[in-house]
């Protein structure tokens, strides 16, 4: 089946060619700004559970909060809205017994952010773009959460695949151009998520480009699945990822040599937006913007990023640095690869010719 191309993989790939592109930073932080109360979360959605903290579900009952944050980072220089949809899924509005909403929240976080983000491409023709943000739910398909019963699993990958189809199809309704999976803590997550999208696009008759984002959550490199860096690109590269690349993790620094390891091996873009900084024992991120910018700052002068954001505890003013640091600096050119058998286990495997 030949899918209609994107034109949204077009546009980006064209700003992509002339500079460095900026997402946008953290959502939950910025949230937890504005003082929100239990009335402000549950509206007049006439939910059986406490909303408070169910950021996904403002979209529904106060969407001037998540616009006012997707127009303060355009402001600061985004050139990308990720949605405010990370846990807008049925598995994890299941803690908040809002799963018969998980379409409407989806859609309309989408049109969100479609809506600003066209208001700003339309005042200077820059290209804007939406990201429809796919968490990675509370469970894992790799590992047991049962240390007595190590073959256990809440939930299966057909199951989980249904979930996220049903997520990406609202985004895309919405006026998604690109499904982020991000913050993917084990492969098998991510890879029900392609097979999600790859549906979709099928149905649809037209091409849903992917953005994949790993998390580390150790400082060998590896995600909570165990696979290193290397092994994850190779483990999920059919997708041919519009983007692959890091985020949240342990802040900047910890992340240079594995953004450099992947920035030398995958044939896609790189797109790296990580936490500003570890959390101090409040729970609060104290890295100030421009210490931010100048760790990502690095990765840019090295040729090593297409793309540059924020994750937990950034705000529009860390973006707003990162774009002035890098703004005038060439994109990282994509590698020519040698042609090879690429597999991963937990470690990458290349065949010898």
């Known amino acids: 089946m030949t899918l209609t191309p994107s034109l949204a993989r077009a546009r980006f790939e064209a700003a992509a060619a002339e500079r460095i592109l900026i997402t946008d930073g953290a959502f939950g932080t910025q949230i937890q700004t504005k003082g929100l109360v239990e009335a402000d979360y549950a509206g007049d959605l006439g939910l059986s559970h406490d909303q408070k903290g169910n950021n996904d579900i403002l979209a529904l009952t106060r969407p001037d909060v998540p616009e006012s944050i997707h127009r ?37 976080s989408a049109a969100l952010a479609r809506k600003v983000a066209d208001e700003f491409e339309a005042k200077d023709g820059r290209p804007r773009f939406v990201a429809g943000a796919i968490g990675p739910t509370n469970k894992t398909l790799s590992l047991s959460p049962d240390v007595n019963d190590p073959g256990y699993r809440e939930i299966d990958f057909d199951y989980l695949t249904q979930v996220y189809r049903e997520q990406a199809a609202a985004l895309v309704e919405g006026g998604a151009d690109f499904i982020l999976i991000e913050t993917v803590f084990d492969t098998l997550n991510a890879k029900a998520g392609i097979m999600a999208v790859k549906q979709l696009e099928k149905d649809l008759g037209r091409e849903i480009p992917i953005m994949l984002s790993m998390t580390l959550t150790d400082l060998s490199g590896r995600n909570l699945s165990g696979h290193t860096v290397e092994a994850f690109w190779y483990a999920v590269r059919h997708a041919r990822p519009l983007t692959v690349g890091l985020n949240c993790s342990f802040g900047a620094t910890q992340l240079r040599p594995h953004v450099k390891s992947l920035s030398a091996i995958a044939d896609t873009y790189i797109m790296i937006y990580p936490n500003a900084g570890l959390p101090n024992e409040l729970g609060e991120y104290d890295e100030m913007p421009d210490t931010t910018a100048g760790f990502v700052g690095e990765w840019a002068i090295a040729g090593q990023v297409n793309v540059l954001g924020g994750c937990c505890g950034s705000s529009p003013a860390h973006i707003a640095a990162m774009a002035q640091k890098v703004a005038g600096l060439p994109p990282r050119k994509l590698p020519d690869l040698e042609t090879k058998t690429r597999l991963a286990g937990l470690e990458p495997f290349i065949m010898a010719a």
Do not use: M, P
């Not at 985004?78 to 379409?103: C, M, P, R």
């Open 72 to 108: 303060a980072y355009f402001e600061a220089g985004a050139d990308i809205a990720e949605t405010n949809t990370f846990s807008a899924n049925k598995i994890s509005q299941a803690d908040y017994g809002a799963e018969a909403l998980v379409e409407a929240i989806n859609r309309e």
